[in-house]
């Protein structure tokens, strides 16, 4: 019995197909969280906008991708038709046409994907179990001996390693240790040469290298066992893989990591140069020292031997004698006759003193004597009548008569001359 138009209407839940569509999408992002999809890259398209549109595809299916900016100015390749890829994405509805799709937040090449997250998850492991830790590490020696090169033989990473410490410290010995350096043949290689030189222990430091490549091409030195070894290996290890951005796992597991071979040679040796400059630097300050000493060392035996001297019988009999000679000189000059005989000495010196000055002095008053004589003889009339002049002297008086007037006064004259006086009495009547 068939139901009629108003039940049917009544039971049924009927949907347009917006919110179908909407409910569908809503499921969907529900259900899907984030989630890595690897696949096939087909219709690829890049368009004005800067978006990506493209399909993943493997063998039986393929799903509709949407990468939109600035996301996908962030990828580091260039992707094409046919690139095999490693999406993250969400899960989506495309509402206007119904169509399932895939939102794309970040994208990446699949090989190198799939080997980033295993490095990253075996890294995280031996991390956790503190094999990176650094306490653990050991010390690199700072003037080693023998070197031990543990790659291969015809690379140019050996050539660079070569070249360096050549030129920076050639008393090293070197001595190469081949493996192969790529391949699945190269991790357990390296393994039993660190095992052979733990065993030797020849070498005071071992230096595994090898030149720069791709991911997949350094991907032996992401092995467990090998990280292992190196740390269970007695001889301290330098690891320099690939160039400086390269990062492996053994360089996490050494006891240094330098960012190229050529670093490492460097980090390796010492420059001799330098150690040249060092050693006549301490030489010098040796020689200098050396000379301090000795000169300070020969003073003091210097004054050991005077002193020696001094105290040696010979010299202090010497001594004793001088010093008793000095008193006895001593002695004969605080004596009474010494010190009469100083004394008369002495009177005599100031009597020859007293009669030189007394000369002097004499010597002086006559010289004075003599000046004043002659400037009186100058004035004296004596002078005069050297001259031819006489002088007229009152006989009774003896008063010298100077003018006529007092001639007239006087009968009896003397004039007297240079030689003599003569005798003169004047008339009275005249």
Known sequence: ???????????????????????????????????????????????????????????QAQVRCAMFKPKSTWLRFKPADGMRVLARARVGLYEARGEFQLIVEHLEEAGEGALLRAFAELKARL????????????????????IGII???????????????ARRFPLAQIEILPVPVQGNQAPPAIVAALAAASTARRHDVLLLTRGGGSLE???????????RAIRSCPIPVVCAIGHEIDFTIADFAADLRAPTPSAA?????????????????????LDQWVRHHLHAHAQRSDHAL???????????????????ANLEARLHRLHPASTLARHAD??????????VQLAHRLRARELQLSELARALNAVSPLATLQRGYAILVDRESGSVVRNAA???????????????????????EH
Do not use: C
């Open 1 to 59: 019995m068939r139901e009629s138009p108003a039940v049917q209407s009544a039971e049924r839940e009927v949907f347009s197909p917006s919110q179908l569509v909407r409910q569908a999408r809503e499921l969907l992002e529900d259900a899907f969280p984030l989630i890595w999809v690897e696949g096939e890259i087909s219709n690829f398209s890049r368009p004005a906008s800067g978006h990506l549109y493209f399909s993943l595809k493997d063998a």
């Open 306 to 324: 005077a002193r020696l001297r001094a105290q040696h019988p010979r010299q202090r009999l010497r001594l004793g004698g001088e010093r008793l």
């Open 346 to 355: 002495t009177l005599r010196i100031g009597i020859e003193r007293m009669r």
């Open 406 to 428: 007092a001639a007239r006064e006087v009968i009896r004259f003397a004039a007297r001359l240079v030689d003599g006086e003569i005798s003169l009495v004047r008339d009275p």
């Open 127 to 146: 991390a956790a179990e503190g094999l990176f830790d650094p306490a653990g590490k050991r010390p690199i020696p700072k003037l080693p001996r023998r």
């Open 265 to 285: 040679a460097e980090l390796l040796v010492p420059d001799a140069n330098e150690i040249l400059r060092a050693l006549n630097h301490v030489r010098a300050r």
């Open 151 to 165: 790659t291969s033989p015809t690379g140019a990473a050996i050539r660079d390693v070569l070249s360096v410490i």
């Open 217 to 227: 091409d350094l991907w032996a030195f992401n092995d467990e066992a090998l990280a």
